[in-house]
């Protein structure tokens, strides 16, 4: 079982919002769409992928490195939050 | 006319060639794939997407900032070097 | 005359802060201060650096690509605004 | 006893250099350096606070996340590639 089980359907759906911020990104640059809204698309699907780096980093760190031990997932936290900062 | 025309047809391929990368981790999620592999491609999706914001803000720069004018597109020169190093 | 000139006091007055924050960090590690307390400086230069660079970037783009031209002053604030967001 | 004495005198020549490069900088404000040269001088020491920050995360999470498990340093390892190349 992978880490990703758990919260598997939250990171497909979120993936999926990615596809398809990704396809309007496409359709926009098809469409000739203004210089800003391409570039305020591609920054929002810059974010999206980063908070979905974060989340992933996040679980693995959980269940595979602290291994769910209370004091481990504590000295996490510190991490995480500059992760977070890092990955917006 | 957008800046981005002139590259257009380059964009779109890039676009659409993230858009199997996000299909492919939907996938790779779906199917339980292990922790690692679901890592690596999210870090490939965010260094493609990192790649086409650095593309997308030097058209934009040199076409709309910079006017195309010689001196100033030499000036842009050290500013783009900095933001590829920044957006890998 | 450099582009930093002008706002040549300012830069200064920022780049002192930071060295005076690097020179607490380095005496939090001299006296073992606690690794929460050094990650938190840590990120704190880091986020003070970023703030750095993108004063100098925006400073080079404005002056010697934009050429302080109304229109192209324009066109850069789409771009300054998502640098500000990257390097936070 | 901190995560960071083990490696603390290679942190604080770290830090030491980093406070060693700002004050060059300062002083290249000070002396109206060429704005590539300020530039490449900040770019420099972004790079050297990224270095640190992955650093002192790798540290953080070795000694007080995976606890030194064998198991958990294996699966902190490609957490680690990506953040070095995140924090180049």
């Known amino acids: 079982m992978s880490h990703t089980t758990q919260?598997?359907?939250?990171?497909?759906?979120?993936?999926r919002r990615i596809g398809g911020q990704v396809a309007s990104l496409?359709?926009?640059l098809q469409s000739?769409?203004?210089?800003d809204s391409v570039l305020?698309?591609?920054a929002s699907i810059r974010g999206a992928v980063q908070g979905l780096m974060s989340l992933l980093l996040e679980d693995h760190l959980r269940e595979h490195v602290a291994g769910s031990h209370p004091d481990a997932l504590k000295?996490?936290?510190p991490v995480m939050?500059?992760?977070r900062s890092y990955l917006r």
């Open 7 to 15: 919260n598997k359907k939250a990171l497909i759906t979120r993936v």
């Open 26 to 28: 496409e359709r926009a």
């Open 32 to 35: 000739d769409a203004d210089c």
């Open 40 to 42: 305020q698309q591609a």
């Open 75 to 77: 000295e996490l936290e």
């Open 81 to 83: 939050a500059i992760l």
